[in-house]
């Protein structure tokens, strides 16, 4: 029997191991395909690009954030004035026109005007009647009169427009400094050439009113002259005299 020593079997065992590991070696070596090599300029290139993207990117957000920007500010631009002070406005002038309507005996009218000054003002007529001259004049005096009396009442109106004018224009004003938009800015400026269109408008009828009763006035004066030179011409006219004819002192007597 053949006796194998312990450091022969050692051999033995560091011989086959050897040889499994150089067989087993082709198999676990890495292909050099699958080896990671680093490229700085790669690296770089890649960076940049990376770079570049988050660049376009930002811009998108920008210009997003801007095209935000631009439609607030459009809505801000179409957004009208809270305010309005039209119906205040139409009521003042309505106020004016009710009572330059109501001009007594002769109103704001052509044809009316040009009857009755053809009627009373005119020239006097050589048959009329005393009576009738009187009571002419009589009529030519309550015009002139009714005339002054309108042109205080509108005189009156205006005045008490003056207060609500005031306050229209204060709410204007303020509403115009704190517009948020461009149609908000234009809206109360318009208001405000409508608050001094009807000022204008109040300061029409006063000069009307005020030159109606005027006119009145100087149509009654020239009226009163034209009628006293035909009083004085009727007083001064000679009449038929005294003519002499029988009387009897006792009616039914014989003499």
């Known amino acids: 029997m053949i006796r194998i020593s312990s450091r022969s079997r050692a051999r033995c065992v560091a011989s086959a191991l050897l040889a499994a590991s150089v067989a087993v070696a082709p198999i676990l070596t890495t292909p050099a395909h699958a080896i990671i090599v680093y490229d700085p300029t790669n690296y770089a290139q890649n960076v940049l690009q990376a ?18 920007q631009m439609l607030i500010n459009q809505a801000r631009n179409l957004a009208s004035l809270p305010i309005s002070s039209l119906q205040q406005l139409q009521q003042s002038v ?5 009572l330059l309507n109501q001009a007594q005996n002769i109103a704001y009218d052509v044809h009316q005007i040009d009857r009755i000054f053809q009627q009373k003002y005119g020239s006097v007529s050589l ?8 009571s002419d004049a009589r009529s030519r005096w309550q015009n002139t009169v009714g005339g002054l009396q309108d042109a205080m009442k509108v005189q009156a109106t205006v005045v008490g427009n003056i207060d609500t004018n005031r306050t229209e224009m204060s709410r204007l004003v303020g509403a115009s400094q704190s517009a948020t938009g461009a149609l908000q800015a234009t809206q109360a400026g318009n208001q405000l ?5 009807q000022q204008l408008a109040d300061l029409t009828a006063v000069i009307a009113a005020n030159g109606r009763a005027q006119a009145l006035n100087d149509a009654e ?19 038929a005299g005294y003519q002499p004819g029988n009387a009897r002192m006792f009616p039914g007597s014989g003499n």
């Open 51 to 68: 770079a570049r993207a988050l660049q376009q990117i930002n811009n998108q957000i920008t210009q997003l954030q801007n095209e935000a």
């Open 94 to 98: 309505q106020r004016t026109q009710q």
């Open 221 to 239: 004066r020239a009226a009163a002259a034209e009628q006293g030179r035909e009083q004085r011409r009727r007083f001064l006219t000679p009449g």
């Open 193 to 197: 050439l409508a608050l001094q269109t």
């Open 127 to 134: 048959s009329a009647t005393d009576q009738q001259l009187v």
